[in-house]
Structure formats: C-alpha cells, structure tokens
C-alpha cells in the first residue's frame, strides 16, 4: 500500500511517512461502530429491565484477565476479534441497570440520557469556550439557572464538575477564598490555622477536600449526630465557639442534605442560623438528596436550603441523568467562582474576541477539559418534564416505604431505623441466631451474616446489595431505590433471595 502510494503523482514522503490522504480506513472504523452500537442495543439496552438476566457474571481477578485477554500488542486486532472483546466488557461487566442492582447510589437506564451520552462522545466537545462548544455552554447555563431555582434562590452561580467529591473540594476552597482573598496569591504562608465543620456522618471527600487544599484533616470537627444521623445544632455551636477561644478561624460549615449510609438530613434551618451568627459559609452536600427538591412531596427535606452559600447536587444519582452529571451551584452572583479560579490563559481566554466572551465560562473551573455533562440532563429534563422527574422521586421513595413495611411482617428482618429517605438499613438474622441472647457472641456472629450472604448473591449474579458496618453497628444491608424499572415485585424478591441465600447459616 505505501508502494502503490509512493508511485502515485504528487506523493509526498517527510520523514520517511507518507502525507498523501487519511491513515484511517473510514469504511472499516464506520462498520465497527455500527457493528457495536447494534451490540450495546442488544445487550445493554434491550436487556436492562430483563430480570431474567444475571446483574453480573462473577470471576475471580485473575480468571478474568485469561478471558478478556488484556494484554496490548505491536499490530492491531482484527474486527472480529474486537467485536468479541467489546461482548466480553459487556458480558463480565455489572450490570447497573439491572432492577435488582441497588449497590451504590445510582442505578438504572434512562433512555434519553444515553442518546445525550452517544451524541456527545460521537462530537468530543470540551465545555470552556463559546467558539468550540456553543451548545452545550448554552444548555449548562439554563440547566444551572433551573436548578438554582429549584434551591430557592433569585440568582446565582455554577458549573458542572466531574463528581460530587470535587463540588465539596471546590465549595470548600471557594469559602477559603472569600474567608481570606490573598491565598489564591500568597498561598498558605502567614494564614490563621482555618478549621471548618461538618457531622460525623458526612461524605468521606470533606476529609479528602481538607488535606488536598493543605487545610489539614486535623481541622476538620466532626460534629456528634443525632440517633438518626442528623447534625445536632447544638453541637456545632459549642465547637465553633470552642474553636474561637482557641484563636482558631472557623470559616466553613458543611451540612450533608442525604447521608451515604443512612440517608439523614440534616436541620439546615438551625444550622443557617449558626452560620449566620458566626459569619461562617455554609455548604450543603446534598449530592444525593437534592433531587428530592424536584418533589412537591418531599422538598421539605430539604427545608432551610435557600439560605445555603453553595451546594453540592448530583442528577446522576436519583434522577438517572448517567455518571457523571454532578453540580456545584453558588449563591453569590458576583464572579466569584471565577475570581476564585481564573488563570485567565491568554491564549484560550481572549478578551477581543467577536462574540460575547462572558460565555467563555472554561475560566471558573479548576479543570481545562471538561465534559459537557449537563447536556444529559437537559435532554432527559425536556423530555420529562419537571413532572416526570417528579415522579421518580416519589415512586422510588414509595418503594422504599413499601420494603420498609414488608421487613416488618417478616421474621428475621430487623429495621435500624425508620428511614426519611430511599435508604432502607437492616439486619437480616438467620434462624440460627434468633434463640441466641442479645450480647457479644450474637453481635459477633450477626456481624459475618451480611458478606456471607453479598458473596453468595455475586457469585449466583441474582442481586446486588450493599452492606456495611456503621458508628459501632455490625454489618447491616443498606438498600436503595432509585431505578424507575424498579417494581413491588422486586422488593419482595430482595427479601424472599436473603432468606434463600442464608436458610444454612
């Protein structure tokens, strides 16, 4: 082929490589995505609501790397050969959107987000100037000013970030920046020992957010909980203040709207109060708990967040908008997250440009390339509505009601608390044990109940379900609702498989 190239009039050979025409068989590469599209159909889409199939197709680490054949070489594959590798991924991969998939705090397909998904990958846009991404710079802007509405507040600010860990990273460096504006110039050196607040049943990424900003994980007070998981007010009170006679500088409260485990909110209202005493930014993780602001029912949960400074909020969790679709919206309408951020790259963010440069947002975000993300919950929004996001929120919290109210008919489940949430937290206690006396053996035991019987469900691919130990609780199942392809039938399912799974133990 280079031959017949180099004979060719007009051939040009630079270094020994030929210029003349594309290097890329267009045909071949247009077949393979048809070819795979038509298999991510088949076998994702078509099957996602099957619960027929396995969620997952368990194997060991290292039989796994035998079947997929990892191993990268000098010359390329062939169709075919790809074509079954492309099946393998899929074959062997959890499938999330399985109905009986309720591992982590998201799950499900929803339809119009993955057409944003294809469209998106197919343009590879990066969101940070109007010139190169237009649209999606556009959609970001009125998907955010939705959302603020939705917080209750007349204007603001946001951007989209890739997960709800950078959105409190960036919250918490944001409060910094307004506590004191000559660190984003001076650094650290000659700053006040800065500590911030936040309860003890907050997102592991407070503590990541504090030693990646150099603000030390030892200036992180957690404050004591409620029996529910909720901040107690009080509390915080009493550390700001002891804070204070320390000659410390508080300057960030952090309130979790939706805990990972137990799904608690906290009392924002009391909180704010606080914060607004002691001049403090309050931030609002609600990543999981936000969308619940879309429900006329249960927005109360989230009562007192309008008086938030930041918040942190992830469609891609309970409304299905597809990882990762994660917001951090602001209060302040001034340009502070740009004041915050900007670099201002002269040779990205020219000011003389021919068109309004106030869309050339890339400036306020500690990221160059960055997803257009919103655009996935733009279609899904539009094609919704506000009322049929609504309606998720209400139907996945209905079903958890309804499981909550079939553990308490069966023997064996035992409830931790009453959730407010689509958090469901119990024990289920084998026959063995129910005659066992309430001490350290039976808590010991019960403690080995919840992997036994997580291994068994992998292994047979029938469900997936989270468990975990908590604030001196032994391991106990935490099941959340959030898939629209979720069914009553599936709730009584989860329960009749544990008692399957565990009948010998």
Same mark, same amino acid.
């Given at each position: 082929?280079?031959?017949?190239?180099?004979?060719?009039?007009?051939?040009?050979?630079?270094?020994?490589?030929?210029?003349?025409?594309?290097?890329?068989?267009?045909?071949?590469?247009?077949?393979?995505?048809?070819?795979?599209?038509?298999?991510?159909?088949?076998?994702?889409?078509?099957?996602?609501?099957?619960?027929?199939?396995?969620?997952?197709?368990?194997?060991?680490?290292?039989?796994?790397?035998?079947?997929?054949?990892?191993?990268?070489?000098?010359?390329?594959?062939?169709?075919?050969?790809?074509?079954?590798?492309?099946?393998?991924?899929?074959?062997?991969?959890?499938?999330?959107?399985?109905?009986?998939?309720?591992?982590?705090?998201?799950?499900?397909?929803?339809?119009?987000?993955?057409?944003?998904?294809?469209?998106?990958?197919?343009?590879?846009?990066?969101?940070?100037?109007?010139?190169?991404?237009?649209?999606?710079?556009?959609?970001?802007?009125?998907?955010?000013?939705?959302?603020?509405?939705?917080?209750?507040?007349?204007?603001?600010?946001?951007?989209?970030?890739?997960?709800?860990?950078?959105?409190?990273?960036?919250?918490?460096?944001?409060?910094?920046?307004?506590?004191?504006?000559?660190?984003?110039?001076?650094?650290?050196?000659?700053?006040?020992?800065?500590?911030?607040?936040?309860?003890?049943?907050?997102?592991?990424?407070?503590?990541?957010?504090?030693?990646?900003?150099?603000?030390?994980?030892?200036?992180?007070?957690?404050?004591?909980?409620?029996?529910?998981?909720?901040?107690?007010?009080?509390?915080?009170?009493?550390?700001?203040?002891?804070? +204070?006679?320390?000659?410390?500088?508080?300057? *960030?409260?952090?309130?979790?709207? $939706? @805990? /990972?485990? !137990?799904?608690?909110?906290?009392?924002?209202?009391?909180?704010?109060?606080?914060?607004?005493?002691?001049?403090?930014?309050?931030?609002?993780?609600?990543?999981?708990?936000?969308?619940?602001?879309?429900?006329?029912?249960?927005?109360?949960?989230?009562?007192?967040?309008?008086?938030?400074?930041?918040?942190?909020?992830?469609?891609?969790?309970?409304?299905?908008?597809?990882?990762?679709?994660?917001?951090?919206?602001?209060?302040?309408?001034?340009?502070?997250?740009?004041?915050?951020?900007?670099?201002?790259?002269?040779?990205?963010?020219?000011?003389?440009?021919?068109?309004?440069?106030?869309?050339?947002?890339?400036?306020?975000?500690?990221?160059?390339?960055? +997803?257009?993300?919103?655009?996935?919950?733009? *279609?899904?929004?539009?094609?919704? $509505? @506000? /009322?049929? !996001?609504?309606?998720?929120?209400?139907?996945?919290?209905?079903?958890?009601?309804?499981?909550?109210?079939?553990?308490?008919?069966?023997?064996?489940?035992?409830?931790?608390?009453?959730?407010?949430?689509?958090?469901?937290?119990?024990?289920?206690?084998?026959?063995?044990?129910?005659?066992?006396?309430?001490?350290?053996?039976?808590?010991?035991?019960?403690?080995?109940?919840?992997?036994?019987?997580?291994?068994?469900?992998?292994?047979?691919?029938?469900?997936?379900?989270?468990?975990?130990?908590?604030?001196?609780?032994?391991?106990?199942?935490?099941?959340?609702?959030?898939?629209?392809?979720?069914?009553?039938?599936?709730?009584?399912?989860?329960?009749?498989?544990?008692?399957?799974?565990?009948?010998?133990?």
């Amino acid at each position: 082929c280079k031959q017949e190239m180099l004979q060719k009039k007009n051939a040009v050979l630079v270094d020994g490589v030929i210029l003349n025409g594309p290097i890329m068989d267009s045909k071949a590469g247009e077949k393979f995505v048809e070819d795979v599209c038509k298999l991510i159909m088949e076998e994702v889409v078509q099957k996602a609501d099957d619960v027929t199939q396995k969620v997952c197709e368990w194997q060991a680490p290292e039989t796994l790397k035998q079947i997929l054949d990892l191993e990268m070489r000098d010359t390329g594959e062939c169709h075919q050969k790809l074509l079954k590798l492309c099946r393998d991924v899929i074959q062997y991969s959890v499938k999330t959107s399985h109905p009986r998939f309720f591992n982590q705090l998201y799950a499900g397909i929803d339809y119009y987000s993955l057409a944003a998904r294809f469209i998106t990958e197919g343009l590879n846009p990066s969101v940070y100037t109007y010139e190169v991404s237009p649209v999606f710079l556009l959609v970001e802007e009125a998907v955010i000013k939705k959302m603020i509405e939705f917080i209750g507040w007349e204007e603001g600010d946001g951007i989209f970030n890739p997960g709800g860990s950078v959105s409190n990273m960036y919250a918490m460096n944001l409060a910094r920046y307004k506590f004191c504006p000559e660190i984003k110039e001076k650094g650290l050196a000659g700053l006040p020992r800065l500590v911030l607040f936040t309860s003890e049943e907050c997102h592991y990424s407070m503590k990541k957010a504090a030693s990646f900003l150099g603000i030390g994980t030892e200036n992180v007070y957690f404050i004591r909980t409620d029996e529910r998981g909720k901040m107690i007010p009080e509390e915080l009170e009493k550390q700001v203040q002891r804070a +204070r006679k320390e000659g410390l500088a508080p300057f *960030l409260v952090c309130a979790t709207a $939706g @805990t /990972t485990v !137990l799904g608690a909110f906290d009392p924002l209202d009391k909180i704010a109060d606080i914060c607004e005493k002691h001049g403090l930014w309050l931030h609002v993780d609600a990543s999981w708990g936000g969308s619940a602001l879309i429900s006329r029912k249960h927005c109360r949960l989230l009562h007192g967040i309008h008086r938030a400074d930041s918040v942190a909020w992830n469609p891609h969790k309970m409304l299905l908008a597809g990882i990762q679709c994660c917001a951090l919206l602001v209060k302040d309408n001034s340009g502070l997250l740009k004041k915050c951020y900007s670099a201002e790259a002269a040779y990205l963010f020219q000011q003389d440009k021919f068109y309004d440069v106030s869309y050339d947002t890339g400036d306020k975000s500690i990221q160059c390339s960055r +997803r257009p993300d919103a655009f996935k919950f733009w *279609l899904m929004w539009k094609a919704l $509505g @506000t /009322t049929g !996001l609504e309606e998720r929120v209400n139907r996945a919290l209905a079903l958890a009601r309804y499981l909550v109210e079939e553990i308490k008919k069966r023997e064996g489940f035992q409830l931790l608390l009453e959730p407010e949430y689509a958090n469901v937290c119990f024990w289920y206690i084998p026959p063995s044990l129910r005659k066992i006396e309430d001490g350290p053996e039976f808590w010991q035991k019960l403690h080995q109940v919840a992997p036994i019987i997580k291994e068994r469900m992998m292994k047979k691919g029938s469900m997936m379900l989270g468990y975990q130990p908590h604030q001196g609780k032994v391991n106990f199942f935490r099941q959340v609702v959030i898939s629209p392809q979720v069914s009553r039938e599936d709730m009584d399912f989860l329960l009749d498989e544990i008692e399957l799974l565990a009948k010998d133990l």
